[in-house]
């Protein structure tokens, strides 16, 4: 049994929206478990080690002052292979590219931005997962 976490976050652009139930909904559709949940503001030095691994990147700039530019709603969640499997709903990270019936797929588009703005964030990996988590839920055990 390989029971993950993920980590989820309903970006800036789904948030003002009002696509956080949408994606919810997905989310519990398939069948994982949310496990906490949070609406917040993004400081500049949580988005830079979230980020880490985009610095020196030519839309990092554009990033994280999209990220930084309103509330996301943050989520953990939990399932089997949940992180593969969010990252499935979630599609390509292009939301021009991204499939329909995917997140990114049915409610992204282009707006002609520097940095995409594309729905929702996943985690990519176990690693990336329990780091993303313990950044945006300290005090989740
Ligand atoms: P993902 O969110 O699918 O894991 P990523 O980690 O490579 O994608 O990039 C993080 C975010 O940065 C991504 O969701 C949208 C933005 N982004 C990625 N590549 C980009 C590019 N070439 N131009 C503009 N924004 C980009
Ligand atoms: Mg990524």
Same mark, same amino acid.
């Given at each position: 049994?390989?029971?993950? @976490?993920?980590?989820?976050?309903?970006?800036?652009?789904? +948030?003002?929206?009002?696509?956080?139930?949408?994606?919810?909904?997905?989310?519990? %559709?398939?069948?994982?478990?949310?496990?906490?949940? $949070?609406?917040?503001?993004?400081?500049?030095?949580?988005? $830079?080690?979230?980020?880490?691994?985009?610095?020196?990147?030519? +839309?990092?700039?554009?990033?994280?002052?999209?990220?930084?530019?309103?509330?996301?709603?943050?989520?953990?969640?939990?399932?089997?292979?949940?992180? @593969?499997? +969010?990252?499935?709903?979630?599609?390509?990270?292009?939301?021009?590219?991204?499939?329909?019936?995917?997140?990114?797929?049915?409610?992204?588009?282009?707006?002609?931005?520097?940095?995409?703005?594309?729905?929702?964030?996943?985690?990519?990996?176990?690693?990336? %997962? $329990?780091?993303?988590?313990?950044?945006?839920?300290?005090?989740?055990?």
């Amino acid at each position: 049994m390989s029971i993950e @976490r993920s980590l989820v976050l309903v970006k800036p652009d789904g +948030f003002a929206r009002g696509l956080t139930g949408e994606v919810l909904r997905r989310i519990e %559709a398939k069948g994982y478990r949310l496990v906490a949940l $949070a609406v917040r503001t993004a400081s500049a030095d949580l988005l $830079a080690e979230h980020y880490a691994e985009h610095v020196g990147k030519p +839309f990092y700039e554009g990033l994280v002052e999209f990220m930084a530019s309103g509330p996301v709603t943050a989520v953990v969640i939990e399932g089997e292979q949940c992180i @593969r499997g +969010f990252r499935s709903l979630a599609g390509a990270t292009n939301p021009t590219e991204a499939a329909p019936g995917s997140i990114r797929g049915d409610l992204g588009r282009d707006w002609g931005r520097p940095a995409q703005e594309n729905v929702v964030h996943g985690s990519d990996s176990p690693e990336s %997962a $329990a780091r993303e988590i313990a950044l945006w839920f300290p005090d989740l055990g």
